[in-house]
């Protein structure tokens, strides 16, 4: 992949995808979400959790609309299918994925912080779904994603007005998970990715892959589902472990 688009550095059980095109405050081109939908299909080996961050002071700032226009109705759909099955692999590929945050979080920026698990920002984010005021409309996931988060009636008026909301409105609101200072957000990401790559493999992956889809059931399938989770997690060797070592007062060590 192109150095300039896409740099992966892995330390240990975390690797950090560092988005570059500075130029466009990281504008999502179809080549930077090939990269991103890359590294999740085949992640460097050993990594436990992934650190997603922008560059030069902005997150992303949404889709290039330079590529958006060049496209049929027909292009436009599949386009949209597309940046749907990136963002599921994100959300769903197994690895906690921690978002590093700043400047701008717009449109597709947005709906790609809201495929990861965890999302720290710092005073400098700004969240906009300006789409509206573009003659556009979200194909990203946001209706599904960002509304689940936010409520279809706020998530209505964010787009009709294109309002954006800094760090602390989007803590209370749950675009944010932790708003830290500036220039924190990557030592806080990394700190966090290092504390979640310690807990046991299964646990976490229970975790990505049950809860989100248990908001999708109803409730009575929902706490079936929540059973079965259950069942696989507490009855593996790493729950044996990790109940041992709270009894002898030690830190765990997972398989």
């Given at each position: 992949m192109?150095?300039?688009l896409l740099t992966v550095e892995t330390d240990g059980p975390v690797t950090v995808l560092t988005m570059r095109r500075p130029e466009k405050r990281n504008a999502m081109s179809d080549?930077?979400?090939?990269?991103?939908?890359?590294?999740f299909a085949a992640p460097p080996e050993?990594?436990?959790?992934?650190v997603l961050t922008g560059t030069a002071g902005h997150f992303c700032a949404g889709l290039d609309l330079s590529e958006h226009v060049a496209r049929d109705a027909e292009g436009c759909m599949h386009h949209s299918r597309w940046w749907h099955s990136v963002l599921?692999?994100?959300?769903?590929?197994?690895?906690?994925?921690?978002?590093?945050?700043?400047g701008a979080v717009i449109g597709g920026?947005?709906?790609?912080?809201?495929?990861?698990?965890?999302?720290?920002?710092?005073?400098?984010?700004?969240?906009?779904?300006?789409?509206?005021?573009?003659g556009i409309f979200v194909g990203g996931s946001a209706t599904v994603r960002?509304?689940?988060i936010l409520g279809a009636d706020r998530m209505t008026e964010m787009m009709l007005t294109g309002r954006s909301y800094g760090a602390e409105e989007g803590l209370r609101l749950g675009l944010a998970h932790e708003v830290v200072g500036e220039g924190?957000?990557?030592?806080?990401?990394?700190?966090?990715?290092?504390?979640?790559?310690?807990?046991?493999?299964?646990?976490?992956?229970?975790?990505?892959?049950?809860?989100?889809?248990?908001?999708?059931?109803?409730?009575?399938?929902?706490?079936?589902?929540e059973s079965l989770a259950a069942a696989l997690a507490q009855t593996s060797d790493d729950a044996r472990e990790g109940l041992r070592a709270f009894l002898?007062?030690?830190?765990?060590?997972?398989?």
């Open positions: 192109p150095e300039t080549a930077l979400l090939a990269a991103i939908d890359g590294v050993g990594t436990k959790v992934i599921d692999r994100v959300q769903y590929s197994g690895l906690p994925v921690v978002s590093a945050m700043f920026g947005l709906e790609l912080a809201s495929a990861t698990h965890v999302r720290i920002a710092e005073p400098s984010t700004m969240f906009q779904l300006p789409e509206g005021r573009r960002v509304g689940r924190a957000a990557l030592p806080r990401a990394l700190e966090l990715a290092r504390q979640i790559a310690g807990n046991a493999p299964l646990s976490n992956y229970m975790m990505i892959q049950a809860v989100a889809r248990i908001g999708d059931m109803s409730r009575s399938d929902g706490l079936f589902t002898d007062k030690r830190a765990p060590v997972f398989r």
